[in-house]
């Protein structure tokens, strides 16, 4: 029997209607570079992580050069606990020792990344995987963070410094669809792997790209002015705007909109935090009018 939606005029004209208006987006972003940030909520759920993998083939297929930065926090606290070594996190980010790089390095590139790419490869042969350390895409230096006025050693924990886009644009150029964990050599300590902030990655990347959009998906709604009144949430701000709340800001916001305000502030035309716990949240936000979560613009 005939599925009664496959043939019902008024639900198939509902159906173009939807189509139709995704139609000056479409257009917006054909043949240009998007860079979405893959992470928090998104990874744990399987109906999640298939709705993002359908959404990037999506994406491709209507001409759209999607590249995904994931990182993959869950997971390496997953992991570090079973190993039982000590984990903790100083403004946002994730102390990490000697011994915990090697299990940062491992589920990052052994684990997520391949599963990612098999599950966006599921629609086509599109997906590939590459790390931070490939073909000299990242180069990294250690930092610390200051905390209350006072400065913190973050270990094995690093920024990007230098983005060399050409193993990205190769993959690009040949019609695929690039997969980057956030994991980095340090340009100081040849040999030893740091662990790069996606969010920062993410934005670095975009920016070496010359991307039209940043997209961060994360585990709430977007971003509020007054947390924790959910009626303070903002959809639209600009960069001089979002560096006057930025000190207001919860720690584990901070990296995520900074990241939006690097990249907007270097090029990239739009940056936005999205909601990755809502199935198919990067096409909402890329193809409708009012898009889901928060949009920051350099004015």
Not at 74 to 96: H, N, W
Not at 102 to 123: D, E, F, W, Y
Not at 130 to 152: I, M, P, Q, Y
């Amino acid at each position: 029997m005939t599925d009664i939606q496959d043939t019902d005029p008024a639900a198939a004209s509902a159906r173009a209607v939807t189509m139709i208006e995704s139609l000056p987006w479409l257009k917006r972003f054909r043949d240009q570079i998007v860079v979405i940030k893959y992470g928090g909520n998104a990874m744990v759920s399987d109906e999640l992580q298939d709705a993002f993998a359908a959404d990037i083939a999506y994406l491709r297929y209507v001409g759209v050069k999607p590249v995904v930065v994931h990182g993959g926090g869950p997971q390496i606290s997953s992991m570090l606990d079973r190993l039982a070594i000590p984990s903790e996190f100083k403004g946002g980010y994730r102390v990490t020792s000697t011994e915990a790089i090697s299990v940062v390095r491992m589920v990052l590139t052994g684990q997520i990344n391949p599963q990612l790419v098999a599950r966006i490869n599921a629609h086509g042969p599109l997906a590939t995987g590459l790390s931070g350390e490939d073909a000299g895409l990242f180069g990294g230096r250690r930092r610390g963070v200051t905390v209350d006025g006072v400065e913190h050693d973050l270990g094995r924990v690093g920024d990007v410094v230098t983005v060399d886009p050409r193993p990205v644009l190769d993959h690009l150029a040949a019609g695929r669809i690039p997969v980057v964990s956030s994991i980095a050599p340090d340009l100081d300590h040849p040999g030893h792997s740091l662990n790069v902030n996606a969010d920062a990655a993410a934005a670095a990347l975009a920016v070496a790209l010359k991307a039209t959009k940043l997209v961060v998906l994360t585990d709430v709604p977007g971003l509020y002015a007054d947390w924790p009144n959910r009626d303070s949430l903002v959809s639209h701000l600009t960069s001089a705007e979002l560096r006057t709340i930025m000190p207001r800001l919860e720690s584990g916001m901070i990296p995520k909109m900074q990241a939006c305000l690097d990249a907007v502030e270097s090029g990239v035309e739009t940056a936005a935090i999205i909601d990755g716990r809502v199935p198919h949240s990067v096409l909402v936000e890329i193809f409708t009018s009012k898009g889901i979560g928060t949009e920051v613009v350099a004015q």
